[in-house]
């Protein structure tokens, strides 16, 4: 780091909440406030960084993404399909049930394209290659990728040419040609892949393995490294341009969001660490906030 980062890269919680497994952190323009989930805990929360203001809706299943509705309120990918929440009223009503069997799958990582539709992926509960990827549009769902493990880290590129989406357990990120005015996409090819975790290798000495993203102005892509106690900037060849190391052992995802969208908020975990991490990190769970250089983009909405 050079003396031109001194003001840059000082990482800190955004609120105390502690979450068991937050996830998908979504800044609204609208708003200026910060939405995330906690998996486990069937939460949705809205945090005011300004003032530390922390609201939570209890759920019935666990939520595994959100995303802005066009319109005003959250659309909510549960684990027993997606839901419209009105952040007003606190209503919560159904869309569209599961297209899987809810029983052994859920929904995980997601994110809205420019159009407007929404594209989620899964996570099967045994942890076998049964998970893919759906989009959401016209009021239903239609499958259009799978054979993976883990879902997640569904992003684009700013020009809306390149999808992002990435299999945690695999340790590999795909980059697909996406073709924005059909919705549609290509054959996933590799963009980044990381070494698993050997046999003997300590927690200390893993890089971690790719989780949830966000992608900035530049076109470079912000990876949430899990257990690996980092986060990554790649650059659109999949280069790691830089790395910031974290407080916490486990990152699950950035988004952009502050007043010029040029702060970092990081969603964590807690869930099933040692009690001598969570002593060593206080922060875990935590969303930590930073500043950075470059600019992220801005969240796309559902259309209904």
């Known amino acids: 780091m050079n003396a ?20 998908s952190p979504l800044w609204s323009v609208a708003e200026q406030c910060l939405f995330y989930v906690d998996i486990p805990r069937r939460q949705v929360l ?31 990918a549960q684990r027993n399909g997606l839901w419209r929440l009105d952040t007003q009223t606190g209503e919560h009503h159904q869309l569209a049930a599961a297209p899987f069997d809810s029983a052994k799958q859920r929904f995980n990582d997601g ?12 996570i099967d509960d ?17 499958s259009v990728a799978g054979g993976i493990v883990t879902s997640n880290g569904v992003a684009w590129s700013p020009d809306q040419r390149r999808m992002y989406w990435s ?5 590999e990120i795909y980059v697909l040609d996406f073709d924005a005015a ?17 046999a003997g290798e300590t927690l200390d000495q893993y890089g971690g393995r790719p989780d949830g993203a966000a992608v900035d102005v530049e076109g470079c892509y912000w990876v949430a490294m899990f257990e690996g106690q980092r986060l990554l900037r790649l650059s659109p060849e999949g280069q790691v341009l830089r ?29 099933g660490r040692s009690v001598e ?8 769970g935590c969303v930590l906030e930073v500043r950075v250089e470059v600019a992220g983009l801005p969240a796309n909405s559902l259309k209904l």
């Open 126 to 142: 045994a942890r076998a290659p049964n998970a893919g990827l759906y989009r959401y549009a016209n009021g239903g769902f239609e």
């Open 243 to 271: 790395e910031l190391r974290l407080p916490v052992r486990c990152p699950t995802m950035p988004t952009f969001g502050g007043a010029n969208l040029r702060t970092l908020y990081i969603t964590t975990a807690s869930e």
């Open 4 to 23: 031109s980062d001194s003001a840059l890269y000082q990482i800190g919680a955004a609120g105390p909440a502690v979450a068991a497994l937050g996830e």
């Open 111 to 122: 994110k809205p394209d420019a159009q407007g539709r929404f594209w989620i992926g899964t």
């Open 46 to 76: 809205r945090l005011d960084p300004a003032s530390g203001e922390l609201r939570h809706w209890q759920l019935d299943s666990e939520p595994g993404c959100i995303a802005l509705l066009e319109g005003g309120g959250l659309a909510v």
């Open 167 to 171: 299999d945690t357990k695999a340790h």
């Open 277 to 284: 991490e969570l002593a060593a990190q206080p922060l875990a």
């Open 182 to 198: 059909a919705g549609t996409i290509a054959e996933r090819q590799l963009f980044a892949k990381f070494a698993p975790r050997a």
